[in-house]
């Protein structure tokens, strides 16, 4: 009997080319794990719809290797969220709560959230994908089909032209969206489901209204009232849709608002409850619309001058509605997010409320952390016959992520709850408190801190569970970002640069590193030395000529020698930072940046082992411990520790 020919065969197949799927392919493209990304789309969807990302969010996709489209392509700082109170249609109201997210003290090196255009996003990320030889997309690709035996996934699909098509992989990741074919049609009738979170109820169904602005002016709009008391255009435009963003905490319909995307794009968001009795779809009809929304844009003449009496409107014919469409928001998660070789991520396993900006980012973080785990178990190692055991690997990282998504959604949960509150007395005991609680500065700059007030995410250890780290050495923690800035190494300019950009360089093929802080550079060389036996022990898991130098004595920090191996690198400050045109063009400055946070929340230990997600493997004082971790990282080539 004649054989069944092979299939086309890669190592991992990705359902669905979102902002999930793009990194995920990018990430593993630039690992070298040959992947191929099946689109139904033919053109990146143009349509707005997540318009907020946190720090961590971008920092992955500085991980990407775009930073610099994010601050001239892709969005701006998001500045501050002001909570307002009362049941009227004023954006100028005072809040009773601000969120500064302006500042650089979450642990990144970043601002506390950018508000974006999703579909640039996208379009750097698939310009990426691109880049690499290991990574395909193919768009206009419909999954029609998926079964699994013991070794592989086999994905049928149907191309643009109608062709079906087969490939297999031994993964396959359905970041195809919470209604994506992976969870409905294949995972679903396997017994996972999307449940309801347990920590909060809340489901209701929104409007989300996206309004393309363009400005007014005298030649355009003569008999516009402003013109004879002197504003320009584009004062007029920021009078009208203001910058930051706002919780309208409205107990008759909360809505939130504010700008997205680039300052030259004059994008504006508003998103609105649907009441109960209300239908989502009238409601988000232009006559609504207008009975809605368009208060928000009619302010009082008396506000520009007290000799206008009548209300003064934005001409409303420089308005374009890009998007006006209703959503159901809930918080919801699956109860497995992989089944044996099927993986879901993004919104594909969770989705949550809008009230936090962390849909596109949770997302970003599956990816992150997924990425490097799909690199071990789809490779056999060289010196054992063992396969990794992707089964651990998989549950550790749903343990870990798990963790990680209560701690989003937490924040999510406050937001929504200052925002929907509608009892009466419970709002005025909230007000009350929060004036209370501001009187005392140091408990105000607590509340502003927002999401961040409780410091970067360390995960907790469940022995038996596949999670990838050393408790015992202290791992389990978000590694901080800080600046930095060579020294004394021949060729190197001297800008500033993120740590990220020189611990996890391109260049470098270890996939895990290590960074060494020095307190005198006369230990460099013994240190190096010492970090050499790093390769072996861990099975080239780590790699010591690999590691990056940080050099903490403020004496030796400006090193006028050549040193002729390695690069060796010295803290940098804020206002360094602020005065590289470059690297801080877009963005504020570094308000409340720490510099020597990577230290303190390392325990102040001279080795730091890092995943490539930027997690602490382990932290080490010694041989023995640098051994130790080198060790359990030879093991975790195998999916264990």
């Known amino acids: 009997m004649a054989s069944l020919p092979v299939p086309e065969t890669t190592d991992i197949i990705i359902c669905g080319c979102g902002p999930t799927g793009a990194m995920l392919s990018t990430l593993l493209g630039r690992y070298s794990v040959s992947n191929v990304v099946l689109e139904r789309d033919k053109i990146v969807n143009s349509d707005p719809r997540g318009i907020a990302l946190d720090e961590d969010g971008i920092r992955q996709l500085q991980a990407c290797g775009i930073y610099d489209k994010i601050f001239s392509d892709i969005g701006q ?49 698939r310009s990426k994908i691109n880049n690499y030889s290991h990574s395909d997309l193919r768009l206009g690709s419909s999954v029609t089909s998926i079964r699994e035996d013991a070794n592989w996934v086999y994905v049928t699909y149907q191309e643009a032209s109608g062709k079906q098509r087969e490939i297999r992989a031994k993964f396959l990741v359905g970041a195809d969206g919470k209604t994506g074919f992976t969870r409905k049609n294949y995972l679903e009738p396997l017994g996972i489901s999307m449940d309801m979170v347990s920590a909060t109820s809340y489901q209701e169904t929104w409007v989300a209204l996206n309004w393309k602005i363009s400005l007014p002016t005298p030649e355009t709009h003569p008999n516009f009232p402003l013109w004879k008391y002197g504003y320009s255009p584009q004062q007029v435009y920021d009078s009208f849709f203001p910058t930051d963003f706002r919780f309208l905490c409205n107990p008759t319909r909360p809505a939130v608002c504010g700008r997205f995307g680039m300052q030259a794009d004059r994008l504006w968001r508003f998103e609105f409850v649907v009441l109960p009795g209300e239908d989502g779809t009238v409601m988000s009809s232009p006559e609504k619309i207008r009975e809605v929304v368009f208060p928000y844009i009619t302010h009082p003449g008396r506000r520009y001058n007290s000799q206008i009496s009548q209300d003064i409107q934005y001409p409303t014919d420089c308005i374009e509605v890009l998007r006006s469409r209703p959503f159901n928001f809930s918080a919801r998660s699956c109860n497995k997010w992989a089944r044996e070789r099927v993986i879901l991520c993004g919104d594909a396993a969770h989705v949550f409320p809008p009230f936090g900006g962390q849909g596109i980012t949770s997302g970003f973080r599956d990816a992150i952390s997924l990425a490097w785990r799909l690199v071990i178990a789809s490779q056999q190692p060289s010196w054992t016959n063992k396969s990794p055991d992707y089964r651990s690997l998989l549950e550790g990282w749903y343990l870990e992520r798990k963790q990680q998504l209560d701690k989003s959604l937490g924040s999510t949960i406050e937001n929504g709850r200052y925002l929907t509150k509608s009892n009466p007395i419970t709002i005025f005991m909230r007000d009350w408190y929060l004036w209370g609680l501001q009187l005392v500065p140091s408990w105000k700059r607590w509340l502003e801190q927002g999401n961040r007030r409780e ?54 093929q270890g996939l895990f590193q290590i960074v060494a802080f020095l307190d005198s550079l006369s230990t460099l060389d013994a240190t190096r ?8 022990a861990s099975r080239g898991a780590v790699m010591g000529e690999e590691a990056t130098f940080i050099v903490c004595n403020a004496k030796e920090q400006r090193a006028e020698e050549t040193i002729e191996q390695g690069k060796v690198y010295r803290l940098a400050t804020a206002d360094e930072f602020a005065a590289d045109s470059k690297i801080c063009h877009g963005r504020p400055k570094p308000l409340f940046y720490d510099a020597q946070r990577i230290r303190k929340e390392s325990g102040y230990k001279p080795f730091v082992i890092l995943r490539p997600d930027r997690f602490v493997f382990a932290t080490c004082e010694n041989r023995e411990e640098l051994l130790k971790a080198a060790q359990c990282l030879s093991f975790l080539l195998l999916g264990k520790i």
Request: a negative charge.
């Open 77 to 125: 700082c998001m500045g501050n969220f002001r909570f307002v109170g009362g049941v009227h249609h004023d954006l100028s109201t005072k809040p009773f709560m601000v969120m500064d997210y302006n500042t650089t003290e979450g642990g990144t090196g970043h601002v506390g959230f950018i508000c974006h255009k999703q579909p640039a996003i996208e379009k750097h990320l």
């Open 455 to 508: 410091g970067m995410v360390k995960y907790q250890w469940q022995a038996g569970k596949g999670m990838a780290f050393l408790p015992e050495l202290g791992g389990g923690g978000n590694f901080p970002q800080v600046y930095c800035m060579s020294i004394g190494h021949a060729g190197m300019s001297n800008r500033v640069e993120f740590t990220d950009d020189v611990i996890f360089s391109s260049e470098k």
């Open 529 to 536: 030395n010492l970090l050499s036996l790093l390769g072996d």
